[in-house]
């Protein structure tokens, strides 16, 4: 290296870095505010959940179709898919008492960071597992009923946008966590 590149990097390299201070105290209400809007996104969810598995469980019983029973057991088995992957990887998760700051600023980031995963990965733990109950369900209604199509057509028109919808949401979900990761990346 020159003598020129030289003094040019102990430039850059003694030039004050600024940083951010943040206390322990403000790390863990950004913490329990993060789990509480987590364990209440969950129980919202779960309930829902719940709701349409006992709609799907009175509809697989009260129907006589069998594409309707298999599209009902298709939904079903894409809801308990759903289930399980919001409770494995999106469950709220408390900050460990008596950590230091370092250690508990860590541990909102990585929550922040495993919680930006979920949202931005929507497609193939949330909406994906549905998709086969709706194609059963789309072409057992087409073999009941040729004529409607264009109730068909509605139908599926908007669950397509429902879906959309669901993913623009969870979208702006993950950027709204990515800036959060981005403002505590810059505390350290």
């Not at 004050?16 to 913490?31: D, F, M, N």
């Not at 009902?72 to 999106?90: E, Y």
């Not at 931005?120 to 072409?139: C, D, E, M, R």
Request: aromatic share 12%; charged share 20%; hydrophobic share 50%.
């Amino acid at each position: 290296m020159n003598e020129s590149s030289n003094s040019v990097l102990q430039i850059w390299q003694s030039q004050p870095v600024e940083v951010t201070k943040i206390s322990l105290t403000e790390i863990r209400r950004r913490t329990d505010k993060l789990e509480h809007r987590v364990w209440w996104r969950n129980a919202r969810e779960y309930a829902a959940s719940l709701v349409a598995a006992v709609m799907l469980a009175y509809s697989f019983a009260t129907t006589h179709d069998v594409l309707s029973r298999v599209a009902f057991g298709l939904f079903f088995a894409g809801l308990l898919w759903i289930v399980v992957q919001l409770h494995r990887k999106g469950s709220a998760k408390s900050m460990p008492t008596g950590v230091d700051t370092v250690t508990s600023l860590h541990f909102y980031r990585v929550e922040l960071e495993r919680q930006r995963e979920l949202v931005a990965s929507v497609w193939s733990w949330y909406l994906a597992p549905l998709i086969p109950g709706f194609i059963v369900y789309t072409v057992g209604y087409a073999v009941r009923r040729p004529a409607a199509w264009a109730r068909l057509a509605v139908l599926d028109a908007m669950v397509a946008l429902m879906f959309f919808g669901i993913w623009k949401l969870n979208m702006r979900a993950a950027r709204c966590l990515d800036r959060m990761i981005h403002d505590v990346n810059g505390t350290k």
